[in-house]
């Protein structure tokens, strides 16, 4: 399909502004390089759009089960919710008594994220999730630094962890000590206390953790941790198995970060925005980024935190977002949002159970709102790998599961249904993964040449990164 | 209450029976029992959608929307062209997943290629990534882009956005790093002072153009200053006035990065927003976040994916360049949407017309003894000199106008295309019965 910039002739445009109505002004020194942007006409230019748009997969063209992403529906109300002008016509620098509708947004949002969470207070500053871990462990920094505690250098993260764990604690200024997993594919509590000391700033986690299992040592975790004067991080990529049902600051966790493009229904949008909120119990809350929204009269105000790390991001965050997130939970309700997670975890489960028949699960017991299968065997006996199963699933309308994750799962396909498909999806989705695993005993050349029916066929990925091509440049 | 799951009560139980469960509680076994919170959230009921489209629409209604806007710093309102909303509400582009795989993810990625392309052409750098959070974190992203083992100092001008500064600061919290602001002298970065600061182990400079105040810097000056310090200089520029101001690549800069809203973003209380980044060639591969290349697929079909991974959070863990990883790319697409309606001319009458209206504000206030604070250069934006902000505030606000913004020594003015001169007049006469 040709570029934008190889379609439309020059002159070509659409009818936009009015001619200036002052003096025309120019600078001293002016742009000399001449702009080739694209010259198309309005019918071209949807035409373009709605191609590209036909050569993606979103939520509405079928089922999405990508481990740890939690792709639930995307409710249309939460989209009308933040396209309302009052939200969206609101400069961010307005004065403060003419925005009491956006401070009450981030004020109610606050409240009932604090209660799923069972944290005190609340940012919306961050922009995702990897921004919130950033922030969260600025946070368990400037509580040591403000203790006067500085020998404190060290993150504890298990090898199961997203990448961005480690990623954001380098950031954050910290070393990490990466602890292994016990066999069950959750902490090793030896090795955990084997690694803390002084110099242990804190723990980061996620729990569920990435294999989908409930640590259910969690308070003896946090414990040891604590009892070695650090602190505990929770990772909430995978709230959307707990919601409701049980608080990670019940589980010990004083600093956690929330994907409220994952679990509060958000859509991701190819990859952004999404909205990082970073929840923390009382003893950090003097630390959060500023401003934070608090209750003056019958209004509300923004106030700087006493000893606030300072921003992340300009003004308030990926604010439309958070409307959109809040629309949901008011939606859901106390009733709501632990159905939410129940069904998730029943998904799973059911979809476990079905696949079980064939293939081998990486661990085998029951799991929360996602499970992982272990394709080795498969690669072992077939040559068929759990990318060519992923590909494969391309041509039947599925999109594949997050793949080669976590680490410590060999040829890992992870799959996290979300509670927001039916029973017959689920059914139709397991009839394909088991007829693909007969087909990689039948026929593994057809798995291997999986995709067929996509726009374009297996990518060269390694070329792309050897002979990078990052931009159109004309011929 | 609402819900968006499809299962029946019936349905339900024939999956429990399936796995071997009795009721749902069974499922959660490995969560010890005095931890679940049973009934105990304190949450409201559920609502229909009708009741939670009342209950938002009442909070958006607490909010005032300006008619007229003379207010930027930061966040600035252009024309949005209706195709715009047209595209990026379309649901395969709202609800797909970061385009991890990639056949069937090939309108995300081409969009980004084609963004990144664009941004190129705006701010003639050689390569830019799919897009970070906002202006704020791509200049603060920047400073790890630049730091080596010798290079350890970051500086930034103080006519940069507050908010930059203060989000550059506590990046640099993060990563143990100096920050060092260097001052300003009438209502521009002073060259002397960044001369004097800048040692060898100065890793880059940052610049705002225009800054702050709307005021143009020197750049291609300032640019020639920190090379010769042997420092990265990184530019942080407003994409429309690129259309018509020298680019970053003319100034000489390694590192253009800015703010993306004013192309085609709402104004949104501040977010979703968009940052962009580029670099020389010499640079690129420290770019942070995602950058889509073009490759070719098994029949020899042009197609693109996510590439140069190798320096990424989910293949390199801690020795990562950044923890980055979604980035915001509808934001992106929006833009590439609003580049591409725009074109050429567009864009350079969108940025022409901003730049006039500000300048025929400013000319008529100080026909009223308003007069300008800095000398010298501007683009859209301007710092008038005032002993009464609030008083003239509120005159404009009756009248429906949201003013300049309060800053010290007066009052910071922002004018785009969607303002007219008539509305401009009325402002100005309103002022003028104030002062």
């Known amino acids: 399909m040709k570029l934008i910039f190889e379609k439309g002739a020059p002159g070509q445009h659409l009818s936009l502004l009015p001619s200036c109505d002052v003096p025309e002004v120019s600078l001293s020194q002016e742009r000399k390089a001449p702009l080739p942007l694209p010259q198309v006409s309005e019918t071209e230019l949807t035409r373009h759009y709605t191609a590209l748009a036909k050569r993606v997969h979103g939520v509405n063209d079928g089922f999405y089960p990508l481990g740890s992403c939690t792709m639930k529906y995307n409710p249309k109300i939460n989209e009308d919710m933040a396209a309302l002008p009052g939200f969206t016509q609101i400069h961010p620098l307005q004065p403060e008594s003419t925005v009491q509708g956006c401070l009450e947004v981030l004020a109610t949002a606050e409240k009932l994220l604090g209660e799923i969470t069972g944290m005190d207070a609340m940012t919306f500053q961050p922009a995702a999730g990897a921004h919130g871990e950033f922030t969260g462990l600025l946070l368990i920094k400037a509580y040591h630094h403000h203790r006067g505690d500085s020998a404190r250098t060290k993150i504890i993260v298990p090898d199961s962890a997203h990448g961005t764990n480690p990623a954001s604690a380098v950031m954050a200024g910290y070393t990490v000590v990466n602890i292994p997993s016990a066999p069950d594919g959750c902490v090793d509590v030896e090795a955990l206390k084997a690694a803390v000391g002084p110099d242990t700033a804190g723990l980061m986690l996620t729990n569920p953790n990435t294999v989908g299992i409930f640590d259910k040592n969690i308070l003896e975790i946090t414990k040891i941790v604590h009892d070695a004067g650090g602190l505990c991080y929770y990772d909430g990529a995978n709230l959307n198995a707990v919601m409701g049902v049980v608080r990670p600051g019940d589980m010990g966790f004083d600093v956690i970060h929330l994907n409220l493009h994952k679990t509060f229904s958000t859509p991701h949008g190819g990859g952004g925005p999404g909205s990082g909120a970073v929840g923390c119990k009382a003893l950090l809350e003097s630390f959060l980024p500023g401003p934070v929204v608090e209750k003056a009269g019958d209004g509300y105000r923004f106030a700087i935190p006493e000893h606030s790390i300072g921003r992340v991001k300009d003004f308030y965050g990926n604010f439309t977002v958070v409307v959109k997130a809040l629309t949901y939970i008011l939606t859901l309700g106390k009733a709501g949002i632990p159905e939410a997670a129940e069904n998730a975890v029943l998904n799973a489960n059911y979809m476990m159970k079905r696949l079980k028949e064939k293939y081998t699960m990486a661990y085998d017991v029951p799991c929360m709102h996602e499970f992982v299968m272990c394709l080795e065997d498969l690669l072992h006996d077939t040559g068929v790998s759990a990318m060519d199963i992923a590909k494969g699933l391309l041509d039947n309308g599925i999109h594949p599961p997050t793949m080669y994750f976590p680490l410590i799962v060999h040829e890992a396909l992870m799959i996290e249904p979300t509670e927001t498909e039916s029973k017959e999806t689920l059914d139709e989705a397991c009839d394909v993964f088991l007829k693909l695993w007969d087909l990689a005993h039948s026929d593994p050349q057809a798995l291997h040449d999986a995709p067929k029916t996509t726009p374009v066929r297996r990518l060269d990925e390694v070329g792309a990164a050897r002979n990078p091509v990052l931009r159109y440049t004309e011929a | 209450m609402g819900s968006y799951i499809p299962n029946t009560g019936e349905q339900r139980r024939e999956m429990l029976s399936a796995v071997g469960a009795q009721c749902v509680q069974d499922l959660f076994a490995s969560v010890p029992k005095d931890m679940l919170v049973g009934d105990g959230l304190d949450l409201p009921e559920g609502l229909s959608e009708l009741e939670v489209r009342r209950a938002v629409t009442a909070m958006a209604e607490k909010n005032r929307i300006y008619p007229t806007v003379l207010r930027g710093a930061g966040a600035y309102r252009h024309f949005i062209p209706a195709v715009v909303r047209s595209v990026v509400t379309r649901e395969e582009l709202v609800t797909a997943y970061t385009p991890y795989q990639a056949e069937i993810s090939q309108g995300i990625l081409q969009s980004i290629f084609e963004f990144q392309t664009m941004i190129c052409m705006l701010t003639g750098m050689d390569v830019a990534n799919a897009s970070v959070y906002d202006g704020g974190t791509a200049a603060a992203e920047s400073i790890a882009m630049c730091k080596d083992r010798r290079r350890t100092k970051a500086y930034v001008s103080a006519c940069a956005h507050p908010h930059v500064i203060e989000t550059m600061r506590t990046y640099c919290f993060g990563s143990d790093t100096e920050l060092v602001v260097v001052p300003e002298k009438d209502g521009r970065t002073d060259l002397e002072a960044l001369k004097a600061a800048l040692g060898a182990d100065a890793a880059c400079f940052y610049l705002q153009q225009p800054n702050y105040y709307g005021n143009m810097e020197d750049a291609a000056a300032i640019g020639e200053i920190v090379h010769a310090a042997g420092a990265k200089f990184v530019m942080g520029v407003n994409p ?196």
């Open chain 2, 240 to 435: 429309i006035a690129c259309a018509v101001m020298a680019t970053p690549a003319e100034c000489g800069a390694d590192i253009a990065v800015g703010e993306g809203q004013p192309l085609g973003l709402d104004i949104a209380f501040g977010g979703p927003y968009l940052g962009f980044m580029a670099a020389t060639k010499a640079m690129f591969r420290k770019l942070p976040g995602r950058i889509v290349g073009q490759t070719h697929d098994v029949e020899g079909q042009v197609g693109y994916v996510l590439t140069l991974t190798a320096r990424e959070q989910h293949i390199r863990r801690e020795k990562a360049s950044s923890n980055i990883c979604s980035n915001q790319a509808l934001c992106a697409l929006t833009a590439g949407v609003y580049l591409t309606a725009m074109g050429p001319e567009g864009l350079e009458k969108a940025a022409r017309q901003s730049m006039s209206k500000a300048h025929y504000l400013a000319a008529e206030l100080e026909k009223i003894g308003m007069k300008r604070l800095h000398g010298g250069e501007f683009f859209h934006e301007f710092v008038t000199a005032c002993d009464k902000p609030q008083a003239v505030l509120d005159a404009l606000d009756k009248a429906g106008i949201l003013g300049g913004l309060p800053v010290e020594g007066g009052i910071l003015w922002c004018v785009t295309e969607m303002v007219s001169r008539e509305e401009i007049d009325r402002a100005v006469a309103i002022i003028k019965e104030v002062c």
